[in-house]
């Protein structure tokens, strides 16, 4: 038996176990009476529940003042309402998507609906300004401080922003990985009430200590670039879904690499970005039927490192 076998195995046993701790941990989820209603998850610190699958905004929404990308893009936002979704995700540093989702969220029938979450880049009061005029609303649901870089960074000006009603709920980002340790000392130190980070099947770093930090201090977490930027497409193109993947009804790709993130309990939403309203149905998918428990979850690991 050589060296690198046992180290494989080694390693192979290691993830198993921190799979099966995951999936064991309290599911934030109300029961569904419907089978084929989207799923849903409860913020920790209230108990709100949301849906599990939700829209994000980055690139695909900042289209300016085109009408024809603005018109599907509405398109979209209707799947995402019909399908039973509600968070859309977006950022003062998203070019026009802030502008675009506003105008699209202009009826009050529509925004009503939505759990409507922004980022901005510092405790700004100009720019908090400045991306609720493009949003077109004087509240928002979730303000988030993005791209957090200092792990000595303080909330205090969010918090006191939530105590003015200007939001219902704080939170932290980040998707570059040498900001996770001032990431993780923010969210140890401040105890938001979201924090947002990337994570797919490919990209496994959240792991290893923003997920059981979040859980640990009860913080709800949303999870970008679900697809590792395009990767997992990428070393499937052609490939056909493995059998065993009927086992939680997935009946695509994209819904593949989503239920395998909402199979990890603390996982309170996925935010794909999609321009195509095909594609956000699809997505929506991901949120309904079963979620893979730890043994099916590591098989989904050992397919994927395997392509």
Not at 158 to 167: H, L, N, S, T
């Amino acid at each position: 038996m050589t060296d690198h076998f046992l180290m494989s195995r080694r390693k192979l046993m290691t993830r198993a176990v921190q799979l099966a701790a995951a999936s064991a941990l309290p599911v934030r989820a109300l029961a569904q009476a419907d089978p084929g209603a989207l799923l849903l998850r409860l913020i920790p610190g209230t108990s709100e529940p949301l849906p599990s699958v939700g829209l994000g905004t980055a690139s695909v929404f900042d289209v300016g003042t085109d009408p024809a990308k603005r018109a599907e893009l509405g398109q979209v936002v209707q799947t995402l309402i019909a399908g039973g979704g509600r968070i859309i995700d977006t950022a003062s540093t998203y070019g026009s998507a802030e502008s675009v989702l506003g105008d699209l969220l202009s009826s009050d029938e529509r925004r009503s609906k939505i759990f409507l979450a922004t980022k901005l880049e510092a405790p700004d009061a100009i720019e908090l300004r400045h991306s609720l005029q493009q949003l077109r609303t004087e509240t928002v649901d979730l303000l988030q401080l993005h791209n957090v870089r200092n792990g000595k960074q303080s909330l205090a000006q969010f918090r006191e922003w939530k105590a003015q009603g200007i939001c219902r709920y704080v939170g932290i980002t980040s998707t570059f990985h040498s900001d996770f340790p001032a990431l993780e000392e923010v969210l140890r130190r401040e105890k938001p009430d979201f924090v947002q980070f990337d994570y797919s099947l490919d990209n496994r770093e959240a792991e290893k200590l923003l997920l059981p930090l979040a859980e640990q201090n009860n913080v709800a977490v949303l999870t970008a670039l679900p697809f590792g930027r395009g990767r997992l497409f990428r070393a499937v193109r052609g490939k056909q879904l493995p059998e065993w993947a009927k086992e939680i009804e997935v009946r695509s790709w994209a819904q593949f690499f989503l239920k395998f993130l909402l199979g990890d309990a603390r996982v309170t939403a996925v935010i794909p970005g999609t321009a195509d309203p095909a594609h956000m149905a699809d997505n929506l998918g991901a949120g309904r039927g079963r979620v893979p428990d730890a043994r099916l979850r590591e098989q989904m690991v050992r397919f994927v490192e395997h392509l």
